[in-house]
């Protein structure tokens, strides 16, 4: 029967897999002009203080707005622009553009924040990551304070040595980090520890329906004890109701960032956004 299971192997899975590597030799061509053409842009997720209800931050999330296919979401394109190596231009632009914005809201008034951009694994690898993120802010004249980075726990692991002697410079700059995604992964207390990491954003799979779901509470509290006995802060992504709020809240949860407050918001919506809060006129708590 090996040979009758092989051809339906085949006759179905061919055309997905066809179908698939087209999909992605077609990114990859509409990706290799894209940055020319400057069809690439970042939206900003606003992050909140769950205690103070202020706004600390935006994560800076990229987006495609692609001729004829209207706005590409990076789960499609990122994991392509990593295997043809295009990830390095353009997190090299997502660096510089997220510090010029930010700069530009510093001068329209904006209390101190950060900006939270996303690295990718290869940006450690190729090219000068820290000479990058000098450059971003250098060029933009934003101060480094001003600046997050988010790496995932695989960048740590994937070549420690290396990663810790550009993490090593990249803190010195002075810029601050955070672990992306976490729980996902499988780093180690001892890693956390090594990488002086300031935060860990708990990832939205856990958050999401937290409410429903006890095994979900029990790791979200773990991650947040474990965070603050490690002098660490923790953040929620995915929260996108109030009761949702309430418990990170019973957990001790020190920030979120979900729907509940703000979808990721076009860059005008944003600096309106990053006003209205100040003014304590934006839906601070639930
Ligand atoms: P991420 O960094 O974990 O970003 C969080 C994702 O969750 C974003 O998706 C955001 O829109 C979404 N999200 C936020 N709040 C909620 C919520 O309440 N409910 C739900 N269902 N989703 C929520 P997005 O913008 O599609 O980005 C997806 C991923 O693409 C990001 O995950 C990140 O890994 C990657 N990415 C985005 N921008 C960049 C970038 O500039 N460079 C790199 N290397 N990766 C990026
Ligand atoms: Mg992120
Ligand atoms: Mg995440
Ligand atoms: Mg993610």
Redesign the pocket.
Known sequence: HAKHQGRNTWCTFAPSMLSDAADRLDIRNGLAQALQRDELML?Y?PQIDLATGRLIGV????RWQRPGHGLV???RF?PVAEECGL?VPI?AW?LRTACRQMAQWRAAGAPPMVVA????ALQFGRGDLEQDVHAALEQAGLPAGWLEL?LTESILLQNPEQVLAIVQRLRKLGVSLSV??FGTGYSSLAYLKQFAVDKLKID?SFV?AIDAHPDDTAIVRAIVQMAHSLGLKTIA????NAAVLELLRKLGCDEV????YAR?LPAADTLSFILAAQQGAAPATA
Do not use: T
């Not at 994560?59 to 990229?62: D, P, S, T």
């Open positions: 939206y997720q994560e800076a999330l990229i979401s990076p789960a990122i990830i997190g997502v951009v996303n690295l990718s988010e992306d995604d939205q999401r992504e995915g929260v996108e960032q979900g729907y509940h990721p």
